[in-house]
């Protein structure tokens, strides 16, 4: 993303790596940073992948100076960045972890394994007194090795006046050992039930956090798995031609308007128009559709996508960030980021979470003084110690996003774009999906669908006499009778005097014969009657095609129809929408009787014909009073109104700028099933969500009061703070292992 101030009142796009966050109160923390600073609009932190979007007019190093102020460490991302470089420091970072908690791990068993067979003195013994002062300093150090990180955090925030996890597990290992120290100290004045020192339990916390941090990274490293594949699509190189001469250069160095050569094989580096060469080209990773895409002159070529079979020439349109792969992986990470309503709730909650439990802690710690069983001193240190460890809200700050981001991975493989999280959790809940015609239920180019020749003509005859007369006509069906002449390999005839009439069709003189191609109207005013095919020209038009009469010597020769078809798999997608209780509106600016026909064979029973483009926003606002939620299918372009009023608006298209921008989600490829696979994946995300969000709630309401000790009364147990350690590291990992289903989930 650009990080470089604009001129043109364009806000710039900035994304920071951010390193450091360890729950939702950091959050928290970053967002409240960034948006203090001068020019920042709007923040969006990504607590998921550790990355910050930043829209504003602002100096990138002031926001890196921000965040650093707050205590975490930030870098700016810039372009598309090397996936294999951030995989490696991720890697990197996640061996650090594991050495951590093998280290403390290792210790911290050595040293239950010894108290457990009584290898080492008691406190307070002669022995002792030279023994537990070493370990006490070997604890220490391994705490400084595998929770320095830690330490610094609950420092930074503290100095902010804020709490984070980072304070839990520092205020909850810190007492342990500190406590242990004490103990060592004044064993002889303590009660013997209250001598007992809690090192091993300090390092084996540290253990279990480091390995369940660890282990959540890897696990949360595989949900950005989707967009790596996509920035991992962008080659580093292109072959370029320049005088005459092709060579290898940084994409980065590619010009607008330079001229690239593709060979078998090779990633296509920026999007382009083909003008030399043909080929077919694997799109799959960009539209999520498996066959290969024929490419030939004047063929759109984008970046990303992979050259199969030939070579080609093709001129370069859209470089560097304004590649439609590129708008496409922005797409993802602005959706990414989002948070829909369902997260705002866990993110206020988790903002005022820890300092609510440092103070359940303290509480805990003062009942069990004055009111627990002897050692009460004890029983006090171990339960408030064991409630800051137990009750991490990692889990909470995860619940959401973490399916998020896998959700909108998932999507974008299948060719649904998804811009904003909001739409991920709205469309599971549409009850009315308006369908557009033209593009959306029907393929979009019109073709010849029917000849039918009388009065000894062949249906060669009729195509070719049609299409040599439409081959001077700028009429928008003439293209389609022209594509069907050329693809039987037709010789056209010579056109004189031709003459387009408005209303009725063209005449001209072929090969020094007259014909007429148009309406009725048209052959009843030059004299030609056509009674004996009036029937046929309103079965035709009750189908939806176009017909035309042709005459040839004030002779009827026949008729060819031409019609836009409907998409091969229009009426399955209706039909699956229908099964999802999802009521189905076709709303076309066709006529009544086309708009009828083409809704009947896609089996859609409520039709508003001849509606105007500004009229289509006016039939959602009108539907969304009634109460409907509404979604709204079209081109993109035209559709535009209708898709930002409806709740959730899906564009048909390619990917291009203007259907990114003009709608919620984006359908990559031109298939009306990906609408019920969007549906079906928000129920999904919501569903999946929802699990995260109980699992993490129910987890800190019930581990809570365990851990401060509400079941010992009734049936004398503790949780022990090793065990609390382990459970909050698993907790984390639980949100994390339920949210990866979603990758698995089938949407076809």
């Given amino acids: 993303m650009s990080a470089e101030l604009t001129a043109d009142g364009v806000l710039d796009d900035i994304r920071l790596s951010v ?46 100076q921000a965040v650093v102020k707050a205590g975490y460490e930030a870098a700016i991302m810039e372009g598309l960045e090397n996936p294999e470089e951030q995989e490696a420091l991720e890697h990197e970072h996640y061996l650090s972890l594991m050495k951590k908690a093998s280290v403390a791990g290792a210790f911290g068993a050595f040293l239950m394994v010894a108290e457990h067979l009584a290898w080492l003195p008691e406190l307070g013994s002669g022995a002792g007194q030279g023994i537990w002062p070493e370990i006490a300093l070997i604890s220490l150090g391994i705490m400084i090795y595998s929770g320095l990180h830690f330490y610094l955090g609950a420092f930074k925030a503290l100095r902010l006046g804020q709490a984070n996890m980072d304070t839990l597990v520092a205020l909850g290992t810190g007492a342990a050992w500190l406590f242990s120290c004490i103990v060592i100290d004044f064993s002889g004045v303590l009660p013997s039930l209250a001598k007992h020192a809690y090192f091993e339990a300090a390092v084996v916390i540290l253990a279990f956090i480091n390995l369940g941090t660890g282990l959540e990274m890897m696990a949360r490293g595989k949900t950005s798995s989707a967009i790596r594949k996509l920035i991992g699509l962008q080659p580093r190189t292109a072959r370029v031609v320049r005088n005459g001469k092709e060579e290898d250069i940084p994409i980065d160095q590619v010009g607008l308007g330079e001229t690239l050569r593709v060979r078998p094989g090779e990633k296509i580096a920026v999007d382009g128009i083909l003008f030399e060469g043909h080929s077919t080209v694997d799109e799959s990773m960009l539209t999520g559709e498996s066959m290969p895409v024929e490419k030939s002159v004047n063929s759109e070529v984008v970046a990303g996508s992979i050259n199969q079979t030939g070579t080609f020439l093709f001129k370069a349109t859209r470089i560097g960030r304004d590649t439609a792969l590129a708008q496409i992986i922005n797409s993802v990470r602005q959706a990414q980021n989002s948070k829909p309503d369902i997260a705002r709730l866990a993110d206020k909650i988790s903002g005022v979470f820890v300092p609510v439990v440092v103070l359940i802690s303290v509480l805990t710690f003062a009942l069990w003084y004055y009111f627990g069983p002897e050692p009460s001193l004890g029983y006090a240190f171990v339960t408030s110690m064991t409630v800051l460890v137990i009750a991490c809200p990692c889990a909470l700050g995860l619940a959401t996003p973490i399916s998020v981001m896998i959700a909108v991975g998932r999507a974008a493989q299948s060719g649904i774009l998804i811009r904003q999280g909001e739409a991920l959790q709205k469309a599971g809940k549409l009850t009315c999906v308006i369908l557009d015609k033209t593009g959306t239920v029907t393929v979009g180019k019109p073709i010849v669908s029917t000849i039918k020749p009388v009065n000894g003509f062949t249906e060669n005859d009729i195509l ?25 390999a037709l010789k056209l005839g010579k056109v004189e005097k031709f003459a387009a009439i408005a209303g009725y069709g063209v005449s001209a003189t072929i090969d020094k014969q007259s014909v007429l191609l148009g309406n009725r109207a048209l052959m009843e005013s030059k004299g030609i009657a056509a009674n004996e095919q009036e029937g046929q020209l309103a079965e035709l038009s009750a189908l939806g095609q176009t017909p035309m009469l042709l005459a040839v010597d004030n002779v009827i020769a026949g008729i060819i129809a031409v019609s836009d078809p409907i998409k091969k798999d229009s009426a399955s997608a209706v039909q699956q929408l229908k099964k999802l209780g999802v009521r189905v509106i076709m709303v076309t600016g066709d006529n009544t009787i086309t708009a009828e026909a083409i809704a009947k064979q896609a089996g859609i029973g409520e039709v508003k014909a001849q509606v105007l483009p500004q009229d289509k926003a006016d039939i959602v606002k009108n539907l969304q009073r009634q109460g409907e939620i509404v979604g709204m299918v079209g081109d993109g372009i035209n559709d535009a109104p209708a898709l930002a009023q409806a709740d959730v608006g899906m564009a048909i298209g390619t990917g291009t700028d203007v259907a990114i921008e003009s709608a919620d989600v984006v359908i990559l490829q031109g298939s009306l099933l990906k609408v019920p696979e969007a549906i079906a994946l928000s129920k999904a995300t919501v569903t999946n969500i929802k699990q995260n969000l109980f699992g993490a709630f129910f987890y800190n309401t019930i581990s809570i009061p365990v851990a401060a000790g509400i079941l010992y009364p009734f049936f004398g147990i503790l949780l022990n703070p090793m065990i609390a350690g382990a459970a909050m590291a698993m907790s984390s990992l639980t949100v994390v292992a339920n949210a990866n289903r979603l990758r698995w989930l089938k949407l076809d």
Avoid: R, Y
């Avoid at 450091?20 to 990504?46: H, Y």
């Avoid at 992948?49 to 829209?55: I, P, Y």
């Fill in 464 to 488: 070719t006499w049609a299409a040599s007369i439409e081959s001077g006509s700028e009429h928008p069906l003439a293209a389609s009778i022209l594509a069907a002449a050329k693809q039987k």
């Fill in 19 to 64: 390193m450091g966050m360890t729950c939702a109160g950091c959050v928290s923390s970053v967002e409240g940073a960034l948006a203090a600073v001068p020019g920042v609009i709007s923040v969006a932190v990504n607590f998921a992948d550790h990355s910050a979007s930043v829209k504003g007019h602002v100096d990138p190093e002031l926001l890196k």
